[in-house]
């Protein structure tokens, strides 16, 4: 079991706010501000050059990565921090393809991140080989691989809608047809059960800075399978994934495993904001998250069917499908997330009409959602929503 | 001119420590730790989701720029912030070579960053291309530029040896040959004067926690050339690098200008740092910073000379030649830079023979120096260096 309220407890939450965006940045973990004074004071003022070693800095990429592992049934010593997503990305897509130099199809679906596709066709250009990008509907997937694939690049759980792909099963497929599968886990890590062992995926990426609390910009997460890692060609091949980085030799030699898939030097001052927000998982058990999760977004979507017959539910109707976000559609969509904010119930707007709520079990309470759920039907209510005014779509920044 | 008490009075240097070695990593500056405080507490922990725009979070990373381009000669709106210095040499090289489609030789030379030459390794093999790395001796440079040569990459400042570049003359010189520019400015941003508009360069990139002083693995830099900025191919097409991130369309539109090198979401804790560090160069004059580093190097290799004769200076002996680092090569080296840090003077080696020491006049001062160099003498003097406990070339962390 997990005591939600001691959870809660570990974050700061803005007086009078009641906060569904943590799947785009989760708060501030109050053992955040503490360690982040040690590492400047402590650590970077009185150590110097010598935290490198002392402080454990050098090794630190490594050690989240296990904490990370943890959450998403990683092997240990398999899962490695730095960089953004966006670099994670590259660096599995690129060494997934290498795997498969016969091949010319990156499969991806129209529920994918955006900045995936677009760091998809970034690679694309600059191999110059000819790889097409196909994108399909995300239940055409399934049907959609075949023995031309050389990549399966796909989000877990859909960033607009919240759907969930089966990743054991499109996984299982993909190997049947001799593809190699890149899951991007950025809205499952610290959302629900991830097991990407178990599902056998060759290579898994996240970010930290949503559902595990890490801050604005936190570094990413990138998961080799134990049975490519030593094999895995790293195109970005900087000296810290190097097999030696301080001898200086002149030619590369990747390291052992996981460590080629390291870069340039590691983000000290945003691992410490990082580790300190993981402590939280140490008193989590992902079943009973999932469960609140479910529970969290059940009663939101009840409530507010009951209240808001103009809102079209965009998510599935079936929790089992659906990762831990709700998201309802509304031409006006962007203009009630204003008045929502307006009201302290801070949730967000993805283009062209979606309305998303993020359920965060670890700081978040049933009648806070409840609360949510009432101050939405009055904001449906208040308005005309079918006037001139509303009907602009506003621009998104 | 520069109150160099007053500078010095901005930085946390650690008690009975006569620091040389911030050009590996600069020290704590005062006001980091309590604008980290205010990002942490008063942006991330209120604004959430919405410091993105409230707090400017978004813009930083040109605002950074910005400050950062001051110091080396750029034009206003030409650099921008984040990610390592290995992925912006990446990005900066895929982009030089995509201007060259027609050539096939990568200049660089045996005194640039191991890494730099790692990252052009691994570009090369992702590209498939047969592209040559050609390294020669950094003496031999300027004759090795011909019109085989697509791209010279090349550090200024020699990271072992402080042996400077003439960097409008190789530019210059390339150039007329046809190839394109991309300099590494790891050891000369905040070292020396820089001028990459007045040199011609057309990339330039670096990195931030050597003489910028921001923080251990804060963010890198990039300048690309305003006659460039508009047509460069971004190899890593990350999301806020399109030309409208937040529209989520689903082809990648490269950003204007120098927006299309930014890549993922940046990171907010490591630029509160780096913002704040920044804020020392407010009040530094760059001639008065290189007359001062002039004299702290002068002084240091006159007294060493007079007093440690099996030491041999690895560096020019002319200061115009050299960065702000002096370099002594002593077999065991290793060994001797350990007892020096034991008596509380921090310099640093590099393999296999070098002993290096930074000079920064931010923060250090002449009988700093003089102290430095005495307590070296007396290391010198204190050990039987032909001992067998010293030959053993120690392994280096």
């Known amino acids: 079991m997990t005591d939600f309220d001691a959870t809660r407890a570990m974050f700061h939450l803005p007086e009078g706010v009641i906060y ?63 960089d953004t997503l966006s670099i994670k990305v590259y660096q599995a897509l690129a060494a997934a393809l290498d795997m498969r130099p016969d091949r010319r199809v990156i499969l991806s679906d129209s529920g994918n991140f955006p900045s995936d596709l677009y760091i998809a066709e970034g690679l694309i250009r600059a191999l110059g080989r000819g790889h097409e990008l196909r994108v399909v509907a995300p ?164 409530e507010v069917e009951a209240a808001c017959p103009m809102l079209t539910l965009a998510s599935p109707r079936d929790p089992v499908l659906r990762g831990s976000q709700v998201s309802f559609r509304f031409e006006q969509g962007y203009a009630v997330i204003q008045a929502l904010i307006a009201r302290g119930v801070i949730g967000d707007f993805r283009a062209p009409d979606i309305m998303r709520f993020g359920f965060t079990p670890l700081y978040l309470t049933n009648s806070e959602v409840r609360e949510a759920a009432h101050r939405l039907a009055h904001v449906m209510q208040d308005h005309l929503w079918d006037a001139p005014q509303y009907r602009t779509r506003a621009a998104v920044t």
């Not at 590492?39 to 904490?67: C, V």
């Not at 691989?145 to 690049?153: F, K, S």
């Not at 299982?172 to 890149?182: E, I, K, Y």
């Not at 080799?224 to 994934?241: I, K, M, N, Q």
């Open 139 to 302: 239940e055409a997937v399934a049907a959609a691989i075949t023995d031309e694939v050389a990549v399966t690049l796909l989000t877990e759980v859909d960033y607009r809608t919240g759907r969930l792909h089966d990743m054991a099963d499109l996984t299982s497929r993909a190997h049947a047809d001799g593809a190699v599968t890149v899951w991007d886990l950025a809205h499952s890590a610290g959302a629900l059960p991830v097991d990407v062992a178990g599902a056998g995926a060759d290579f898994a990426v996240g970010c930290t800075y949503k559902y595990l609390n890490g801050g604005p910009g936190a570094p990413a997460f990138i998961y080799v399978a134990p049975r490519h890692a030593d094999t895995a060609f790293p195109a970005l091949s900087g000296w810290l994934g190097h097999d030696a980085p301080f001898a200086f030799e002149p030619a590369y030699r990747p390291g052992a495993g996981i460590e080629r898939m390291r870069v340039g030097t590691p983000p000290v001052l945003a691992m410490a904001a990082l580790d300190a927000a993981l402590d939280v998982w140490d008193v989590v058990d992902m079943g009973a998250l999932r469960a609140r999760s479910i529970e969290l977004s059940e009663t939101f979507i009840a």
């Open 20 to 82: 569904l965006d943590g799947n785009s940045l989760g708060p501030l973990p109050r053992a955040a501000v503490e360690r982040m004074q040690g590492t400047l004071r402590d650590e970077w003022g009185e150590m110097l050059i010598t935290g490198w070693n002392q402080a454990g800095w050098m090794e630190q990429p490594r050690d989240l990565g296990d904490r990370i592992g943890r959450l998403i049934g990683a092997e240990t010593g398999h899962v490695v921090l730095g």
